[in-house]
């Protein structure tokens, strides 16, 4: 199953004046389908730097969501990076052409004023639809401007869609149910947890590696030192499809108890199903 990555651009992110909520928005849409998040990039708005994460999201084989910097002020510059990236000039979409017309449209009847395609206003707009060569259109239920999506040699697709949240997270649904219905899973899988009090990691790594290695699921530990309530411990679990988290977990309780762990309270949270 092809793995799902995010990348998140703009200034204002990581100058602190925004913080994101993309992140957060993604790994759900993607969970309610029973798919995870493998990756996460935020660049900031530098030409190069965006040219580089997308050249190496086209080539990952990926199915990549870009928010942000698609729009035609001086600081956006998603789209043409994107075109430097697969080395494809920049082209008025027809289709983008006609949704941005409709929406200039709409906004003259708002004002009450005639439509007038040649105001310089309305020129510049068009500029929004200007996208590489080759580009598919992905609708905005917003304001019609549309965002886009692109295929990379290297087997990675990347949709680009805007920064607004109220934009870009009904257009990243979009894409998920219309583009990757065959995807989705039908039942999400589990994820179970102990808390291990005043645990090592190096210690118990040989038991992670038993229970990776026995059993089909994905081991993880989260250590914290300083816990107002636990104080120094680890959250040890394992997570992946339910039937083999079952067994693994029973597995992992048995090994702790042989190393005469001390044992917290457990957890159990739903996950996704494993890609």
């Not at 204002?12 to 993604?26: A, C, F, P, Y």
């Not at 965006?50 to 870009?66: C, E, H, K, P």
């Not at 250590?223 to 309530?229: E, G, I, L």
Request: hydrophobic share 45%.
């Amino acid at each position: 199953m092809s793995s799902f990555g995010l990348i998140i651009i703009g200034d204002e992110i990581l100058s602190g004046k925004r913080q994101d909520k993309h992140m957060t928005q993604v790994i759900q849409l993607l969970q309610a389908r029973g798919l995870s998040l493998a990756w996460c990039q935020l660049v900031g708005d530098d030409r190069q730097r965006i040219t580089a994460a997308l050249a190496q999201a086209f080539g990952s084989g990926d199915i990549v969501f870009s928010c942000g910097g698609i729009g035609a002020t001086p600081d956006d510059h998603t789209r043409q990076c994107a075109g430097a990236a697969l080395g494809r000039e920049l082209v008025l979409h027809p289709q983008a052409r006609d949704l941005i017309e409709s929406r200039m449209r709409d906004l003259a009847a708002e004002q009450g004023v005639p439509f007038d395609p040649t105001r310089p206003d309305n020129v510049h707009r068009y500029n929004m639809g200007v996208f590489p060569q080759g580009a598919r259109i992905i609708p905005n239920p917003y304001n019609k401007i549309p965002g886009f999506s692109l295929d990379g040699p290297g087997g990675g697709t990347v949709h680009f869609v805007p920064g607004f949240p109220v934009m870009a997270w009904p257009m990243i649904e979009w894409a998920l149910d219309e583009l990757y219905p065959h995807l989705h899973q039908a039942v999400a899988g589990l994820e179970k947890s102990v808390i291990v009090m005043g645990a090592m990691e190096a210690a118990l790594t040989p038991l992670m590696e038993r229970i990776e290695a026995d059993h089909a699921v994905k081991v993880f530990s989260l250590p914290s030192v300083d816990h107002p309530q636990w104080g120094r411990h680890i959250e040890l679990g394992v997570k992946g499809a339910t039937a083999a988290v079952e067994a693994a977990y029973l597995a992992l309780q048995a090994g702790l108890r042989e190393v005469g762990a001390q044992l917290g309270p457990e957890m159990v949270r739903k996950a996704a199903a494993p890609n």
